[in-house]
T-cell receptor, first 116, second 113 residues
């Protein structure tokens, strides 16, 4: 049963701590994405990766970091430099790839991060 | 860069009534357009997409959308709304060979019994 998993579903963090959100896909997709969702603002792109060992900043990358060491995994670290990290985080993937045309994105169930 | 506007933040319709959610996009070339639905606390599910061809596209759950290039619109419609359709709906636009997808701010749909 192919899909995207995100863990944990809920995450609490104290101010000043780094925290890592997990995203795994078994769809054999090349491209993966991280979005942040805040009420009334839709989805904003944090980082995306078109291929293993390569990733690009999105519109709101400051205070976040990512890695793409494996095709199926794209973890997001929310660092202490992110001033307002409380939000709903969504991971997505698409067939993508550097030479592909456009393909729709498939989304995971999300992680809600709350800073205490 | 492409952008999307969803003019209605919140819409309330009665169960069984028809529905139209508006979406306007800004993009210089041929857009790739999508509608996604999100239930509370969940991820997004693709309802339908438009890449080319027939401007009226059918999606899942009885939804359809019409691409109107002259109006830069891609409105979502459903003839008869069910209580289970209550959710948030997002319109999105992307470009060919570019993995950058832009989302609207969303329209929250409430269904009255």
């Amino acid at each position: 049963d192919g899909g995207i998993t995100q863990s944990p579903k809920y995450l609490f963090r104290k101010e000043g701590q780094n925290v890592t959100l997990s995203c795994e896909q078994n769809l054999n997709h090349d491209a993966m994405y991280w979005y942040r969702q805040d009420p009334g603002q839709g989805l904003r792109l944090i980082y995306y990766s078109q291929i293993v060992n390569d990733f690009q900043k999105g519109d709101i990358a400051e205070g976040y970091s990512v890695s793409r060491e494996k095709k199926e995994s794209f973890p997001l670290t929310v660092t202490s430099a992110q001033k307002n990290p409380t939000a709903f985080y969504l991971c997505a993937s698409s067939i993508g790839g550097l030479a592909a045309g456009y393909n729709e994105q498939f989304f995971g169930p999300g992680t809600r991060l709350t800073v205490l | 860069a492409q952008s999307v506007t969803q003019p209605d933040i919140h819409i309330t319709v009665s169960e069984g009534a028809s529905l139209e959610l508006r979406c306007n996009y800004s993009y210089g070339a041929t857009p790739y357009l999508f509608w996604y639905v999100q239930s509370p606390g969940q991820g997004l599910q693709l309802l339908l997409k438009y890449f080319s061809g027939d401007t009226l596209v059918q999606g899942i759950k009885g939804f359809e959308a019409e691409f109107k290039r002259s109006q830069s619109s891609f409105n979502l419609r459903k003839p008869s709304v069910h209580w289970s359709d209550a959710a948030e709906y997002f319109c999105a636009v992307a470009s060919y060979n570019n993995n950058d997808m832009r989302f609207g701010a969303g329209t929250r749909l409430t269904v009255k019994p």
